[in-house]
């Protein structure tokens, strides 16, 4: 087994103690808007307040990027970029499929990502070069090949522009696969595609604390990973396509169209 690095483990360990927070939460949660009217509750803030006293409590020189809150610049090169609750609205309505996601990016470069599952407690890893892992197991993307049999999830931002294009990608998708699906969790949805449960996950509108994690994964376990051009991701990339390699040229034709 591939040997884990100290920030990797201190990443599990408070990605997994949040995900003990928003286990604790569920169902009992006060929730309020914020000026993108996407929601947010204490279990967010929390679960954020948990992360960012482990992170930086062992490494406090990093700077560090949250969803819940301003960054914290530091002389580091590398920062932590942290999602305390990916898949807030499914968390609201008491839909299981939510996650914390927590990247470490080197520069502009990510280079760990770990991605949990606390209902289902699952443990996504990967770091660069090194492979990816559920629950310390090596994983891999699928081996499909035709996209009409293969299983599609998307998401999508809050833009005008965002919901236009998707709801445009989704007529076009459905027409051809009825095997698409929106989950509302954009980090699981790539962890997905890293352990073969799905083939592929698109997003246009994305913020980095959505992606970096589950695209980590995704590279990690055999996959791609491109913008909606078909260039190479990077964080200046307003949308982004992950997929099993196999199936992403026929899907970037799709998408081209639309």
């Known amino acids: 087994m591939v040997m884990s690095t100290r920030e ?14 928003l286990i604790e939460y569920y169902g009992k949660v006060r929730v309020s808007l914020k000026s993108d009217r996407s929601l947010v509750t204490e279990a967010d803030v929390e679960s954020e307040k948990r992360i960012r006293t482990i992170l930086e409590g062992k490494f406090p020189t990093y700077s560090f990027l ?38 470490l990016i080197q520069g502009s470069e990510p280079i760990l990502g770990v991605v ?22 090596k994983v891999h993307v699928s081996s499909d090949t035709i996209l ?18 998707i709801s445009r990608m989704f007529a076009h998708f459905k027409s051809i696969n009825d095997k698409i699906r929106q989950l509302g969790a954009a980090a699981l949805e790539l962890s997905y595609v890293a352990c073969g449960r799905t083939s592929c996950f ?6 980095p604390w959505d992606v970096l994690a589950g695209l ?4 990690e376990a055999g996959g791609m990973v491109s913008d909606f051009s078909g260039h190479a991701f990077s964080a200046n990339s307003k949308d982004i396509l992950a997929s099993n390699g196999k199936i992403h040229g026929q899907l970037l034709e799709i998408l081209s169209k639309t």
Do not use: Q
């Open 148 to 165: 009409e049999d293969s299983i599609i999830t998307f998401c999508h931002g809050l833009d005008k522009e965002s919901t236009g294009r």
């Open 66 to 103: 949250g969803e819940e809150s301003e960054r914290r610049r530091m002389e580091s090169e590398k920062t932590w970029v942290v999602d305390p609750l990916d898949g807030t609205t499914n968390y609201v309505m008491m839909n299981p499929f939510f996650d914390v996601s927590i990247a």
């Open 116 to 137: 949990h599952y606390p209902f289902l407690n699952e443990t996504y890893s990967a770091e660069k070069g090194k492979g990816a892992f559920l629950d310390g197991k």
């Open 8 to 21: 990797l483990t201190v990443a599990i360990e408070a990605a997994e103690t949040a995900g003990k927070i």
């Open 202 to 207: 698109f997003m246009p509108g994305i913020n």
């Open 216 to 219: 980590m994964l995704v590279e």
